[in-house]
């Protein structure tokens, strides 16, 4: 069964980058079909879907993050990590990685992902 960890800072401040790492068990990010995404979940609001990044290595961004959104992938160490730049109090949120047998770029149930990170806290302060 495969199992995602996030892993990063969970301070960053105002007009840093944000980078985030997923690192995968039990299973390959190379594998076909699936996509491996960065999700997040501002305080009293829905899931928000930001990127993803497919087992061909070809990537997917959100429309409103894509000017400060980077995803990237290290086969070898079997982990994809998420770059936020210019980050503001608004990006704080519960940052999680999930996996999915297609791409989705709208969210509308957890389950729509087989697999997730239990998630990390990213506040934004100086």
């Known amino acids: 069964q495969v199992q995602l960890q996030e892993s990063g800072p969970g301070l960053v401040k105002p007009s840093q980058t944000l980078s985030l790492t997923c690192t995968v068990s039990g299973g390959s990010i190379t594998t076909y079909p699936y996509y491996w995404s960065w999700i997040r979940q501002p305080p009293g609001k829905g899931l928000e879907w930001m990127g993803s990044?497919?087992?061909?290595?070809?990537?997917y961004y959100s429309p409103s993050l894509k000017s400060r959104t980077s995803i990237s992938r290290d086969t070898v160490k079997n982990h994809f990590t998420l770059q936020l730049g210019a980050v503001s109090p608004e990006d704080q949120a519960v940052y999680y990685c999930?996996?999915?047998?297609?791409?989705?770029?709208?969210?509308?149930?957890?389950?729509?992902?087989?697999?997730w990170g239990q998630g990390t806290q990213v506040t934004v302060s100086s």
């Open positions: 990044i497919a087992y061909s290595g070809s990537t």
């Open positions: 999930a996996r999915s047998g297609r791409l989705r770029t709208v969210i509308t149930a957890k389950s729509e992902y087989d697999s």
